[in-house]
């Protein structure tokens, strides 16, 4: 457990985590596009929801659809790779426990990944509601979606888990950082395209349907979170084996 906080330390703490968190928030207001974030009908007073509606607007845009894979592999993603090649690990694995070390880089790297675009969305409403809540106008009926964005959350920090975790895996197995930060996109649009050309009936392989559903799917986004957190254990058993692989090779 004291390994996976350090991980967690040192990714959170870090210059890319912070710099793929801001790219999620002002990817979220370039999607929403500015005629969201500067409305001409400031001065006759905004939809109550006008704040919601912009984050929703943002989430489901191109460029927040095709930037997620990419945001989340910048924090920890080569994280094993850098101190296998720096000679690092050998000494640093005599002070701690193998079997610890090898689930600190397993899972730190996809949390790290999937809270960078978490947090993008959690700063974003932040800003909306300060900017926009005292200028929309006051309706006692109306129903805040704070279940609906907080699914939603959820949805990105897994697919960043997940896109961050396959990132690492590549990276690991190819010992090249390239596949850690490209491979993901790569993947990512060949599964779009796949999905949207070839096999229209299977959009269940198609990431951005993930990230913004256009078809039914069983359970909502339960059934959609439940997909990814499948093929992240998957990935990450995987990684697991390479990893191990690595330091006793």
Same mark, same amino acid.
Request: charged share 15%; glycine share 8%; net charge neutral.
């Given at each position: 457990?004291?390994?996976?906080?350090?991980?967690?330390?040192?990714?959170?703490?870090?210059?890319?985590?912070?710099?793929? $968190?801001?790219?999620?928030?002002?990817?979220?207001?370039?999607?929403?596009?500015?005629?969201?974030?500067?409305?001409?009908?400031?001065?006759?007073?905004?939809?109550?929801?006008?704040?919601?509606?912009?984050?929703?607007?943002?989430?489901?845009?191109?460029?927040?659809?095709?930037?997620?894979?990419?945001?989340?592999?910048?924090?920890?993603?080569?994280? +094993?790779?850098?101190? =296998?090649?720096?000679?690092?690990?050998?000494?640093?694995?005599?002070?701690?426990?193998?079997?610890?070390?090898?689930?600190?880089?397993?899972?730190?790297?996809?949390?790290?990944?999937?809270?960078?675009?978490?947090?993008?969305?959690?700063?974003?409403? +932040?800003?909306?509601?300060?900017?926009?809540?005292?200028?929309?106008?006051?309706?006692?009926?109306?129903?805040?979606?704070?279940?609906?964005?907080?699914?939603?959350?959820?949805?990105?920090?897994?697919?960043?888990?997940?896109?961050?975790?396959?990132?690492?895996?590549?990276?690991?197995?190819?010992?090249?950082? =390239?596949?850690?930060?490209?491979?993901?996109?790569?993947?990512?649009?060949?599964?779009?395209?796949?999905?949207?050309?070839?096999?229209?009936?299977?959009?269940?392989?198609?990431?951005?349907?993930?990230?913004?559903?256009?078809?039914?799917?069983?359970?909502?986004?339960?059934?959609?979170?439940?997909?990814?957190?499948?093929? $992240?254990?998957?990935?990450?058993?995987?990684?697991?084996?390479?990893?191990?692989?690595?330091?006793?090779?």
């Amino acid at each position: 457990m004291e390994e996976i906080k350090t991980d967690l330390k040192r990714a959170i703490y870090s210059l890319p985590f912070l710099l793929a $968190s801001i790219a999620m928030v002002l990817a979220i207001a370039i999607g929403a596009g500015a005629k969201m974030v500067f409305p001409k009908e400031i001065g006759l007073g905004l939809n109550f929801n006008y704040h919601w509606d912009l984050i929703f607007q943002g989430l489901s845009s191109n460029i927040v659809l095709m930037i997620v894979p990419i945001i989340c592999t910048l924090p920890y993603t080569s994280a +094993f790779l850098d101190e =296998y090649k720096s000679g690092f690990l050998k000494p640093y694995l005599i002070k701690c426990d193998k079997s610890a070390y090898i689930r600190g880089k397993v899972l730190t790297g996809g949390i790290s990944g999937g809270l960078a675009l978490a947090l993008g969305i959690l700063l974003s409403y +932040f800003l909306a509601s300060l900017i926009y809540k005292p200028l929309q106008i006051a309706d006692p009926q109306a129903i805040s979606p704070i279940n609906i964005l907080l699914k939603k959350t959820l949805v990105f920090f897994l697919c960043g888990f997940l896109w961050a975790s396959l990132g690492s895996l590549l990276a690991n197995i190819t010992l090249s950082k =390239y596949m850690a930060y490209g491979a993901p996109l790569v993947i990512y649009y060949v599964l779009v395209i796949l999905s949207e050309r070839y096999f229209h009936s299977v959009y269940v392989i198609n990431p951005e349907e993930w990230l913004a559903p256009e078809n039914y799917w069983p359970g909502g986004d339960w059934g959609i979170m439940l997909l990814i957190i499948l093929l $992240s254990l998957i990935i990450m058993m995987v990684n697991d084996v390479v990893i191990e692989g690595r330091i006793e090779g």
